[in-house]
């Protein structure tokens, strides 16, 4: 297989405009984006549901994790793991319809543990996986909520924005949440709220199962859920949840050659993209920009990889300072940064009345430089550099008289190197 990173043909786009006037204050430019159909980069959270009925499962993972990780690594060039478990909260309560012991606090029940951030360190994340303990959890719904709420909460974890991001769930039941019940819904239950951070039930920070299935989503934490091979009753809950118009995650029975599994669950994810779009980073420069088409969607990739063209059209207004404005476009493969360009736009202030093909916009004649028409003249025993707009020096003038004309259009600026003086030459 061909292993490839996404890439944008142009890093940087340079350019300078003129408004006002006749000049029209726009310029059109083009960009080429290459999406392979496999990860550059992933993040991979290992998560653990640890209550007593997990226990072959918790053991079956134990035992793959090397395996796993090493297939994992074999697929993706630049991959971390890390760990996040979860038992119950070591309460009861009392809310929603619901009441129950959810966890035990002899058993040393938790709701939520971040039990090694993201790291390429393998060994250390084994050690994490062999070192979690079998649990309690008294009732049968977990705190499933608030593990996968955390994996957008707990800065910790350290996710990349710029790779892909995975839960890999070990678990065998449902959440707690006062929204699981929903009669419209095709699988509904009463079981109680998740109490979120401050472990109470009813306050403000209660975790509710559909909104955070959303946020999940938007934010790019894909779940692949794999049910316990000995209890796959709730399978078609999780399947319904992971749905793309929710999670739009995957819902799977942990199977036995589970290395390759994972591995081909996590690449299979690499084909699709629900919404490609670049996006202006800077909010005072959206306005500037159009792109066509805004985005593309309901992409399937081609092995090894597809190409997608915008036409970037920047509209500077009227009432733009004059200069430099520098921002960025990002191109998101749905909520992963998969590749940005530096946009530099100097603009300027169109001046009506110049009509020849070079126009000196100031400074005819500063100290011995003279510059007429077409031609720049350089007396003995001065040196001037030519810059562009963007800072870079592309020429060097030595006495004599030269042409401008092969400068091309655009903004120059010229240093008289021995007299210190600094020209700025228009050239239409
Ligand atoms: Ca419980």
Known sequence: MIWAISWVISPVINDTIYKGDTCPGTAVHSAMLGIPSNYACADIMFAFDLTGSMSGELSYA??????????????????????????????????????????????????????????????????????????????????????????????????????????LYWLDNIPHGCDIYDPTRPYSAYTGTDPGRDALAGTSDDIYWYPLLRNLRTNGIKPIILVSASS??????????????????????????????????????????????????EAAYVSWVTFTPPYYAGITLTPPEDTFNFTITFNVPASAPSG?????????????????????????DCTAGYDDPIAVWENVKEGKILIKGTSIYVPDGLVVHIYSADGKRIGVLNSGTHNLSKLGKGVYFVYDVKGGKTLRVIVR
Do not use: K
């Open 62 to 167: 134990q035992a793959n994790a090397s395996a796993i990780m090493d297939s994992l690594a074999s697929s993706i060039s630049d991959v971390r793991f890390g760990v996040a478990s979860q038992a119950d909260y070591p309460n009861s309560y009392s809310y929603c319809s619901y009441s129950g012991s959810y966890g035990s606090g002899g058993c040393g029940d938790y709701p939520y543990s971040l039990n090694q951030p993201l790291t390429y360190d393998t060994a250390l994340v084994r050690a994490a996986i062999s070192s979690l303990p079998l649990l309690c959890g008294s009732d049968a719904p977990e705190s499933y909520a608030r593990l996968l709420w955390e994996m957008l909460n707990d800065a910790s974890i350290g996710w990349r924005t710029t790779c892909a991001r995975f839960v």
């Open 232 to 281: 796959t009753t709730y399978l078609t809950w999780w399947q319904y949840w992971m749905t793309d118009t929710l999670a739009n995650g995957i819902a799977v029975v942990r199977g036995t050659a589970i290395a390759r599994q994972i591995d081909s669950l996590v690449g299979s994810t690499a084909l699709t993209i629900d919404t490609l779009r670049p996006v202006v980073r």
């Open 324 to 348: 430099l404005h520098t921002f960025h476009i990002d191109y998101y493969r749905d909520a992963i940064l998969v590749d940005s360009q530096l946009v530099n736009l100097w603009v300027y």
